[in-house]
């Protein structure tokens, strides 16, 4: 007998996974966690008078005196980032590791496949604009209720402003730097293990969720949980973390350009 399909039965083709690499929907969870955990540890600590002393004394050589303060804050957030990032990749550099021993590439285990420039542009720009519009009508609406929305793209602009170099800066870590580390984790290895295991709602909604709360913004946290559940939909779209990525550098770049304009 032949094997091939009947009448009008179609054989559907199979879609590749998103990752070369999953781990368990509770290593996943366990991950956010850590990260959270993470960032909870490194505020508290940026909080002490310890650790922002020796910044202001630093800052005020390089800063007139009434911007010695904003310097030296913006400066210890950028710090706290950077040792958030580095910390956050080490889970996923041992997952990645444990992968190649079995035959998976870095690029196949997170997602790094090659993707179509035009229709990740096309995404790209309705994550920034879609993004950017609501965010607009969440602050209208929080302001009406008496919730005051911000973001730490004002502190680091205010803070950043005083040359060239520090400019350069502070777009490289929230423009390039940021975008990256954020995508390789939550939707390079976060989403598709819940995915995977839970399915393509419930990986968005709790992934997304994730990338909401662990910035620690929590005016803001509803908005970039769905920024992360758009960026989420934009790598199974296209298939390629690459294209996440763009679309995360793209809007992280606008944000803080005119946070550069804005801020006085």
Known sequence: MSDAPQGDERVEPKVP?????VIAPGWALAY????????V??????????VLRPLLEAARTLAP??????LAI????????MGSYALM???????VVTARRRGVSFSAAVGLRRFEVGRTLKLTAAVVVGAFAM????????????????GNAADLALGFRTGPGEIIIVFVLVGVVAPFVEELTFRGIVFPSLNASWGMVPALLVSGAAFGVVHLQPTIALPLALIGMALAAVFLRTRSLWSAIIAHCAYNT???ALAFLLVR
């Open 17 to 21: 996974p998103l990752t070369g690499a």
């Open 32 to 39: 956010v966690t850590g990260v959270l955990l993470l960032n």
């Open 41 to 50: 540890a490194l505020q508290a600590a940026s909080r002490s008078d310890v």
């Open 65 to 70: 005196a009434g911007a010695a303060h904003t």
């Open 74 to 81: 913006a400066t210890l957030t950028a710090l706290v980032a």
């Open 89 to 95: 990749l080490v889970p996923a550099i041992a997952m």
């Open 135 to 150: 965010t607009a009508v969440y602050a209208v609406v929080a302001n009406a209720v008496g919730v005051a929305v911000q």
């Open 254 to 256: 606008v944000s803080l």
